[in-house]
């Protein structure tokens, strides 16, 4: 089946700085992924849409200065957390939308950030 | 969207068969009634999709009665492994399917604790 890979898995940063998560669909191209953030024990919040080679949509709630997207390419979206703070600690979900023989979602396995 | 309601919780042992029902009222007559599984840091994992009557596959079945206001998904013999965290979401076309925009909402969840 289709696969949906993140990078890094899990990331540990000090507040103030950026840190970037990529999402990559490797076999098939995807010019829809979604990313969504989860904390523990709570359900997966969507925070934005990204759409290959134009601007991602945001959720209500959700700053997009903050939260910075990134989809130059039909195989990879990145989500940048910038001057990020332990408020943003959280497991970080992107979806891949597979749009071949009817369209698929596809998740990542998610990436852990935990800012100190 | 349709408003979902599920259980927070549930518990069961090994071997038995378990149940979980999804109430979701305002179900709109485009909408599919799907189910994702979840275990701790990872991306969920789609079970089993359904729009009315009885769906069954390899890992699953999911009952809609006629009035599609709720659904059940009844896992078969449950074992140490099937303990996680189970979606209902409602909405948005087939898993598989042109009408899928890939935009989901996930609501609370039902954590499933299977004891030895």
């Known amino acids: 089946g289709a696969v949906v890979s993140q990078h890094p898995s899990w990331v540990i940063c000090k507040s103030g700085t950026s840190v970037k998560i990529e999402c990559r669909s490797l076999?098939?191209?995807?010019?829809?992924m979604f990313w969504y953030r989860q904390f523990p024990k709570q359900s997966l919040m969507l925070m934005a849409t990204s759409n290959e080679g134009s601007k991602a949509t945001y959720e209500q709630g959700v700053e997009k200065d903050k939260f910075l997207i990134n989809h130059a390419s039909l195989t990879l979206s990145t989500l940048t957390v910038t001057s990020a703070h332990p408020e943003d600690s959280s497991f970080y979900i992107c979806s891949a939308l597979k749009t071949v023989s009817g369209n698929t979602i596809y998740f990542g396995e998610g990436s852990w950030l935990t800012v100190v | 969207l349709a408003k979902i309601t599920q259980p927070i919780s549930m518990d069961s042992y090994e071997g038995q068969e378990v149940n979980i029902t999804c109430s979701h009222n305002n179900i709109a007559t485009n909408d599919y009634i799907t189910w994702y599984q979840q275990f701790p840091s990872q991306g969920p994992r789609f079970i089993i999709q359904?729009?009315?009557t009885k769906v069954t596959n390899e890992v699953a079945s999911l009952f809609i009665p006629a009035d599609r206001k709720s659904s059940t998904l009844s896992l078969p013999r449950v074992s140490l492994s099937d303990t996680a965290v189970y979606y209902c979401?409602?909405?948005?076309?087939?898993?598989?399917?042109?009408?899928?925009?890939?935009?989901?909402?996930f609501g609370q969840g039902t954590t499933l604790q299977v004891k030895p």
């Open positions: 076999d098939f191209q995807a010019t829809t």
């Open positions: 359904g729009y009315k």
């Open positions: 979401l409602v909405g948005d076309g087939p898993q598989t399917g042109s009408s899928n925009t890939g935009k989901l909402i």
